[in-house]
């Protein structure tokens, strides 16, 4: 069993709807939970970042943590066409320099 | 602003064929990262270095190795290049005690490596 689970899609959805993308991991000592966003042909770009359990807001995007069920989620209210990219969850029991243990990533398209 | 800058962007390489990708971080970050996404996989950790030490290792092969330099640009050297080789390699940088909470992590838009 991979440490972080994240279904792939891909996930087609109207422009304006909710999108909710999730992450179940394995791992109990991950503290630092991260969402970024990867376009294609480039490199991962840092969303969202939460310390252990709660949500944390920042304009349409909502990403929630909660470590008793090993599950996080991002939320992307009024969706538009320039979300379409790859969401990968990420994540580590350090806040130091430490490699992050990555999810599988899910494919968005957002359609106009 | 400047960001982490990877080459070469393509590479495409015969097998047995050995290959050197580079890594140069953002301007005052020590650490390096790199990472491995195979085609519609997610990016596995490699190596990753601080002031020029190997600080963590991941997955890397054997006939991969690495190291980084005096002025903090890393390189990344495989040798007895196979098909399963061909991926996209990312470099991350950051600044010490940044971390990913501090926004400090950033990745470079990778090297496309293709073995044939």
């Known amino acids: 069993q991979k440490e972080v689970e994240q279904d792939p899609g891909p996930l087609s959805v109207p422009e304006g709807a909710i999108v909710s993308l999730n992450c179940t991991y394995s791992n109990s000592a991950f503290q630092y939970f991260m969402w970024y966003r990867q376009y294609s042909r480039k490199g991962p770009e840092l969303l969202m970042y939460t310390y252990s359990s709660g949500n944390k807001e920042d304009g349409r995007f909502t990403a929630q943590v909660d470590k008793s069920s090993k599950y996080i989620s991002l939320f992307i209210r009024d969706s538009q066409p320039s979300d379409s990219a790859t969401y990968l969850c990420a994540m580590t029991s350090n806040s130091g320099n430490t490699p992050l243990v990555f999810g599988k990533g899910t494919r968005l398209s957002v359609i106009a | 602003a400047a960001g982490v800058i990877q080459s070469p962007r393509h590479l495409i390489k015969e097998k047995r064929e050995t290959a050197t990708l580079k890594c140069y971080p953002i301007?005052?970050?020590?650490?390096v990262y790199w990472y491995q996404q195979g085609p519609g996989q997610d990016p596995q950790f490699l190596i990753s270095f601080y002031e020029k030490m190997q600080s963590d290792k991941g997955s890397i092969p054997d006939r991969f190795s690495a190291q980084q330099f005096s002025d903090y640009h890393s390189e990344l050297n495989m040798s007895s290049l196979e098909l399963g080789d061909s991926a996209l390699y990312f470099c991350?940088?950051?600044?010490?005690?940044?971390?990913?909470?501090?926004?400090?992590?950033?990745f470079g838009s990778g090297t496309r490596l293709t073995v044939v």
């Open positions: 991350a940088s950051s600044a010490s005690g940044a971390g990913p909470l501090n926004y400090g992590y950033t």
């Open positions: 301007p005052r970050h020590d650490t």
